[in-house]
């Protein structure tokens, strides 16, 4: 984890999935694996915040 982990700088991104694209010409099989993918993605999202979380807390009562 470095200094500025922080960034709200946008990055690219890096699966095949795009939010907001049109859903209509993908067939049940891939709406299914799409979905697979963003539940996927919410749990590594959600372990993420919850590492940087931990560490913010762990400093806080560091600095206290």
Not at 24 to 35: A, D, K, M, P, V
Request: net charge negative; hydrophobic share 35%.
């Amino acid at each position: 984890m470095g200094l500025f982990d922080d960034d709200d700088t946008p990055r690219p991104a890096t699966s095949g999935v795009v939010v907001g694209e049109p859903l209509t010409n993908l067939s049940i099989h891939e709406l299914s694996e799409r979905l697979e993918q963003l539940k996927a993605e919410i749990v590594r999202v959600e372990n993420e915040i919850k590492t940087k979380s931990n560490a913010n807390t762990s400093a806080e009562s560091f600095f206290k």
